[in-house]
């Protein structure tokens, strides 16, 4: 029996089965302030509901998520170099 193991977060994987030449990895953030950037950017060019807005989350965070969440784990998925999603 063979068993797999997965990825590390910053080793590349495929995004899909028919593109593996666009390597796709994940970067784990602890705080709002070091996404920001990033998320901003992805904002200023994505139609997405108010519900993913950084600054809805991050308010919900402040306000309800300090007393809820145990650990803040952002999750931001990057094809090569530039950030594709949050």
């Given amino acids: 029996m063979s068993t797999a193991t997965a990825p590390a977060f910053d080793e590349a994987i495929p995004v899909d089965a028919k ?3 666009a390597p796709f990895r994940l970067r784990v953030y602890d ?9 901003r950017a992805l ?3 994505a139609a997405m509901p108010a519900y993913q807005g950084f600054r ?3 308010l919900w965070y402040r306000h309800v998520g300090l007393r809820e ?5 952002l999750v931001a ?6 950030p594709v999603f949050i």
């Fill in 69 to 73: 969440v145990s650990r803040l784990v």
């Fill in 56 to 58: 809805w989350l991050e």
């Fill in 77 to 82: 998925g990057y094809r090569g170099e530039t």
């Fill in 31 to 39: 705080s709002f302030e070091e996404i920001e950037p990033i998320w």
């Fill in 43 to 45: 904002e200023a060019d």
């Fill in 19 to 21: 593109d593996r030449s």
